[in-house]
């Protein structure tokens, strides 16, 4: 019987936090969660059944699962769970977090007798809900073995590499996200200038060579309709794209591409918002052309 | 009983053609073939049953489709029939050509009582042996309708606007294509060099945000293979960026992440050739970061 | 006695030829002034001793210069005069033109039996003024030798090419100001927000290797004191940096750090406006930063 | 009676310390000298009338100078020195560091009394040996002020900021020496290309707008003479360009022209070496380009 504590109840934590209630009622364990705030975590044990843990009964658990902000947010939870874990306890970290983290919290949780993998997420927020999401692992094989029956949010589990190299993945994932996004506003922008029809414009990309995931889906669904929903924030992605140039860095490579798209992003943030969606950057896109996508 | 002629049976023409005389033999009427090295009309007209036309017959058709690598070489086919071509004819330009062009081609054929439209295609020498490709038509809506009966090779067809609309989506469309390619050939190369296995990080990507039409199927099949097929050269594809960053400026846009990858495939170009596939040119990526993308 | 006619009194015509009008009093001969608007040339008659002509006895001097917006209205004036030309004419044009016209136009001017040089200024209103102006020269040699005679605005005249050369080298060192310039705002716009005082900054700059004509003079002098005094406007080194761009294209050259800073000067004339100094552009770096450089 | 230690002694401080000893000579006190290869001190010693030092005398210095690659060797430094260290001393740091390496190192050093300034300098290595360096300071005031007289081999000492600014602006304006140099390296590759005399070009460009000291100085006297002669490494300037980045990056600032030239600049590392002279950048454009720059 296995109890798996989730930390972090999030616009991604809160769904995939309540695809660990439902396995455990199906398979036996215990589902616990904690939330800094803690009336989100009372509100999840009232509507899927988990249960609300004590930082002392999180540190306790057979596999920790968390999804934060950042790096910096799991540094912290770690601290406030230091002294009370146990030898033995598997820590799965599903935040889009920084390689380097990755490694110095592997380090550190050795030090206690418990296993750290990388372990972020793609799929969005009806990918979470479905629980038809991507998890791409950082770690030993062996442990990567173990993770894959704590993963029940997940429809792919993919081990990319050692610690670390979830992270890493996640960042490139995220950055070409973005550059794919960019671009592709950049060129709608200029159609647009020229009286071309974006729908029949995206529409004829998306059955052509230059479609993607932003011609796709985010600009129809998102853009052209001036919605821009807050599912994934501007900041947020910005902050995985400066993780993905580390990645660059780390890896002693030239990206000119990813540099300069990640220097926009940042230009974009500041003058767009960062608590906005991140399809909002093509907000700045049309500033910079002084022309609506649509 | 239309007569329909193609000019131009390269490696995208030669089958689109092909679709014309399967369809003139179940429905009525001719399909005749012309190309600069006759031979490969003879080719043609054995295997698929078409016709060779000399330049004569080929002015007389009802429509005219011409599928040549520049919008200069369609300039130069205009000049040889113009004095031949009948008033009433409709000539469907299938290739990438230049805004700029159709609307210059448009007015010197309505001299002649032709009506011209540009008309490019996606979807690769597949698509066109299939006959899936998408068209994407600029002109007079009432020709484009006409048009749509002339077009056996698509299965989509898409009025994007007035004359030159079709040429400038299709330039954007190709300097995404080229975007994103180059970028995920960025973020590949240092995920390789920090040790990530590159299928499996492509796995992840493709069922991820940062997928594309590159990620899915590009860089699996074509550099992960190192087999870079020439079904596309990176020729064509940095004259396609060209056009779009003539789009971009007829536009009075600004697009600097498509400006910079133009300039970057123009080295790559430099240095990996223009004969080879496009997809060679994340050779130069490669270079660029002294680093295999496998 | 040599007749010389001189044609557009803007910023930079005006004082170039009040050098004419004195050269000529001083050494004999004779100094014709066009204007489009004719007010300043009888202004300039006035001031400096020129004398107004007509279109046709502009057409009948020895040594026309030119110094307009564009090539564009050089083919124009061409167009009002080529009836009139006469034989042994050389026509030196100081405009910042295309390398392509100017071949055009040495073509079309031959015909005439007029010989047509190539040759923007460098410099700013104060050269001019001061008749220290730079000049690059574009044609064949021994036409080079006999112009250098007529520009006594000049402190420095160099033969750089064939023709199209001069257009060309003005172009690339347009350019050349455009990214030291834009580079030097971002830089300055960081150290800013970092709490640098910008002017010791750009005192240290100024002794070190990374100096440049935009350090060391046209950001203390106009963009930190927030005057941006018009002498040059935004929408005239937008239109060089276009030509630069065609230049490269022109090469076969690879060259990104042009072509993005290309593409964010459009962005910042889109933003800023056309006819404001182009030291204004780094009002756009400014947005993009959100933080002034002082 | 001052006695001024000066650690180590490369390109920069070997002529750096020859002014130290020479001032001693004349005015009194002590010029100690101390390099990890001990040969290269007692080679300063001899001919320069130095005193070689141990790890104790440096210790007890009053003022303690170093002149190290990167701030990781400071760091190295101050972990031997760190035991002896006595209260009162200055020390004044002119390695070309990173900003956050400046503030830690002042916390750490201030446990032990002393106080760090950080002081990198400009003028390369003729400017060493005239004694005609710039020194950019950041720290408090009063210790700038009392850091003034330690400095014989400067011409010229600005106080730019806080502890970190100093090195801030040494990032900013190496960035922006490695931006005009390779953004002229990309235009005059295209008008070599186009058959303009290199040389007459530059001769334009330095007394025009787009002059810089890498049109002025660098690039004719080390490239057009292929001699490229190593004074400061590709590597070195590399790793400023990347503490330039992260200023910016501290500064929440965007700059997309620095940040793709530093990826233009790995890339050139990568390609042309990290030893080579930092003007051998070009190579790698050249190589872009496919032409020669001369």
Redesign the interface.
């Known amino acids: 019987m296995t109890t798996t504590a989730f930390i972090g109840l999030g616009a991604m934590g809160y769904p995939m936090a309540a695809h660990l209630s439902r396995h455990a009622a199906e398979h036996g364990g215990a589902a616990l969660v904690w939330n800094r705030t803690a009336s989100k975590a009372h509100k999840h044990a009232a509507e899927h059944g988990s249960r609300v843990a004590s930082l002392s009964e999180l540190a306790q658990a057979d596999v920790i699962l968390s999804c934060l902000p950042t790096s910096a947010s799991v540094d912290e939870m770690i601290g406030r769970l230091e002294g009370q874990l146990r030898p033995g306890t598997l820590w799965i970290d599903c935040t889009s977090g920084h390689?380097d983290a990755a490694r110095t919290q592997r380090t550190r949780l050795a030090a206690h007798g418990v296993r750290f993998l990388d372990a972020p997420v793609?799929?969005?927020t009806s990918g979470a809900q479905q629980g038809t999401l991507?998890v791409?692992l950082g770690g030993p094989a062996d442990e990567v073995e173990e993770a894959r029956a704590a993963l029940p949010f997940a429809?792919?589990v993919?081990?990319?590499?050692?610690t670390?190299?979830g992270f890493?993945?996640k960042a490139?994932?995220?950055?070409?996200?973005a550059?794919?996004l960019?671009?592709?506003g950049?060129?709608?922008?200029?159609?647009?200038?020229?009286?071309?029809?974006v729908s029949?414009?995206l529409?004829?990309?998306n059955?052509?060579?230059?479609?993607?995931?932003?011609?796709e889906n985010l600009i129809p669904q998102r853009v052209v309709t001036r919605q821009f929903p807050v599912t994934f924030t501007l900041g947020l992605l910005a902050k995985d794209i400066?993780i993905?140039l580390d990645?660059?860095?780390?890896?002693?490579?030239?990206?000119?591409?990813?540099?300069?798209?990640?220097?926009?992003y940042?230009?974009a943030a500041?003058?767009v918002g960062t608590d906005v969606d991140h399809t909002a950057a093509l907000q700045f896109v049309e500033?910079?052309?002084?022309?609506e996508i649509r």
């Open positions: 390689p793609s799929g969005g991507t791409m429809a792919k993919v081990h990319v590499g050692n670390g190299a890493a993945v490139i994932n995220n950055v070409l996200l550059v794919n960019w671009a592709a950049e060129g709608l922008a200029a159609l647009a200038g020229l009286g071309v029809n029949a414009a529409d004829v990309i059955t052509s060579s230059g479609r993607s995931n932003a011609t400066g993905a990645v660059v860095h780390a890896a002693k490579g030239s990206a000119p591409v990813l540099a300069q798209t990640g220097a926009l940042d230009a500041r003058n500033r910079m052309n002084a022309r």
